[in-house]
């Protein structure tokens, strides 16, 4: 008898308790808005903005309203306007390349390597070009590249390097944590990344003027004084006036809940790479499908996988897919020509139109993705890994990738 998986893939853990608690009081007194306080007070999104400063191991911190809008708030604080050209990634999701053309800026996409991370070649090439002043870095997935050679070719050509960190929430690479290699890092606590508030997101830097214009830009009516991970009101007073406000804040509500699930970050982290072990384990040697080798330095948070199907024609592809929901389990080809509930390929994003990457597009095709929930145990994910491996062998017995 096959066995066929139950368990959801858009299931995440319930909020923990302390953190129902917080909220509770939150909602108890009526002051949601984060400069609602009473005196003697200290709001919640303040404390967490504090506590996220010290646990990424940086001085700045600012809590916004959703990730892309901390990633915009990012690119506009660093001075990125209309018809700029912004260096990113290939492959990525929608809110990267939207954030930039949010701005009226242009995403000019840098290649995918077989290892899921950005060309460094085509990135040291583009740099060479000296058009763009910034790269928006997307560690897509959880997969952090070369940070000292890819700092290395931004800081020879000038560029400044934004780190989207949704998926690294919590890495690290060569023992520094992932968002404190560039000039400002941009976090997501929407619910499928690393620490669930619904919608929300942060920005961390350790520079006081880039961090004095996000806050204003993010909303703070002149109300900056009542921030704890902010520079002093003497570098605010320089940019006070100039600055837009763009409004993107987080709200006590969404802060209370996240303090208690910043203390379990670590733990967190440790139990995702338990299942994205287990995992792996099951998936390695399946032929035709390449496991994803991750290097030494990096230290990854689990909380998806990805493997490769090269070269497969898309009805293989699709076959495996096809079979694989049939027992259960739930892939996402971010290869696919259309996009579906998720779209990760830079020639689906028609408004910021690129030439054809072709070493790129034979490794998007490729890629096939799976989240990996804490509400799935070690046997669930010794399951799934057994189920992809009997459908990949499957297709790939019954006429080969090119079916
Ligand atoms: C989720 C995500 C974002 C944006 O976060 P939101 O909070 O949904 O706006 C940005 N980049 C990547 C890679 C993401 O996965």
């Given at each position: 008898m096959s066995e066929t998986f139950k368990g959801a893939f858009t299931q995440q853990e319930p909020i923990p308790e302390d953190a129902i608690e917080a909220a509770l009081r939150v909602l108890r007194s009526?002051?949601?808005?984060?400069?609602?306080?009473?005196?003697?007070e200290t709001a919640e999104v303040s404390l967490l903005e504090q506590e996220f400063a010290a646990a990424m191991d940086v001085p700045f911190a600012l809590a916004t309203s959703s990730g892309g809008s901390a990633i915009a708030t990012a690119l506009r604080a660093v001075g990125v306007g209309p018809g700029d050209p912004v260096l990113t990634n290939a492959?990525?999701?929608?809110?990267v390349p939207g954030a930039i053309a949010s701005l009226g800026a242009v995403p000019v996409y840098v290649g995918v390597t077989e290892d899921l991370v950005i060309d460094l070649d085509h990135l040291a090439e583009l740099a060479g070009q000296g058009n763009a002043s910034v790269l928006l870095l997307s560690h897509m997935r959880g997969h952090i590249c070369d940070m000292d050679r890819l700092m290395e070719i931004c800081d020879a050509a000038g560029i400044r390097v934004i780190e989207d960190c949704a998926h690294t929430m919590g890495g690290a690479w060569n023992g520094i944590n992932s968002g404190n290699h560039g000039i400002a890092a941009c976090y997501s606590t929407q619910t499928?990344?690393?620490?669930?508030?619904?919608e929300g997101g942060f920005l961390t830097t350790r520079d006081p003027d880039l961090m004095a214009r996000a806050v204003i830009l993010s909303g703070s009516y002149m109300l900056y004084?009542?921030?704890?991970a902010a520079p002093g009101p003497e570098v605010f007073e320089k940019v006070k006036y100039g600055t837009p406000n763009v409004s993107g804040r987080m709200d006590n509500l969404r802060a209370a809940i996240l303090r208690p699930q910043l203390r379990r970050l670590k733990d967190q982290c440790a139990r995702w790479n338990d299942r994205y072990r287990v995992v792996e384990a099951g998936l390695r040697g399946t032929p035709g499908l390449t496991v994803i080798e991750r290097p030494e330095q990096e230290h990854y948070v689990g909380s998806s996988i990805q493997v490769l199907l090269l070269d497969w024609s898309d009805r293989a592809v699709n076959e495996v897919l096809r079979r694989c929901a049939a027992r259960g389990v739930e892939l996402k080809w971010?290869?696919?020509?259309e996009p579906t509930g998720f779209t990760s390929r830079y020639d689906s994003w028609r408004y910021a139109p690129s030439d054809r990457l072709p070493k790129s597009d034979r490794i998007l095709k490729a890629i096939v993705d799976m989240r990996l929930p804490l509400t799935f145990s070690l046997d669930d994910c010794a399951m799934l890994a057994r189920i992809i491996r009997a459908e990949v062998g499957a297709v790939w017995q019954a006429g080969g990738a090119g079916a």
């Open positions: 009526g002051r949601l808005h984060r400069y609602n306080v009473v005196e003697g492959f990525t999701l929608a809110p499928y990344k690393h620490m669930n508030s619904g004084g009542r921030h704890l971010f290869g696919g020509a």
